[in-house]
């Protein structure tokens, strides 16, 4: 009866290690991952980007690979993306219009622009 009782608590501590093991192993790679994300993609998670656009898909705007295959990453389109992105606009993709970011600097439009076009396939 009381080998019982030890193997329990044996069984019981080793079950508890692991699970603690187990969090730890997928906090660490959840950091691993957000180190790994450029800037760019930090910025446009902390915007409203993600109730309008997608990675790969359309959805109230164009995905970012379509956005991609559509301009030459250049000096050019890098600014005009930028602009864009700061004061909204329509009539490219179609009717619908971008809201403005008007709190959004240059530099953090420019990196934005920069990481989409990255995206070209
Ligand atoms: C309210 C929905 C909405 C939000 C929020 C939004 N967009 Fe857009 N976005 C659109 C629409 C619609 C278009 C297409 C505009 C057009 O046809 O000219 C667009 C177009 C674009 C384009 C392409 C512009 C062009 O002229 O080809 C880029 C780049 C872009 N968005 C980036 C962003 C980024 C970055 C954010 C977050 C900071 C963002 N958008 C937030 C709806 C949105």
């Excluded at 600014?79 to 530099?107: E, R, T």
């Amino acid at each position: 009866m009381k080998f019982n009782y030890l193997l329990l608590g044996i069984t019981i501590i080793t079950l508890s290690s692991f699970s603690k093991e187990n969090a730890e192993e997928k906090y660490t790679r959840k950091v691993d991952i957000v180190l790994q994300s450029s800037d760019g993609e930090k910025l446009i998670a902390k915007s409203d980007c993600i109730g309008c656009h997608k990675m790969d898909k359309k959805l109230i705007g164009p995905s970012y690979l379509e956005i991609a295959n559509k301009y030459a990453a250049n000096e050019k389109n890098i600014s005009y993306l930028s602009n864009k992105i700061i004061k909204g606009g329509s009539g490219v993709w179609g009717s619908i219009p971008m809201g403005a970011h008007a709190s959004m600097k240059k530099d953090e439009a420019k990196t934005i622009a920069k990481y989409i076009l990255s995206l070209k396939k």
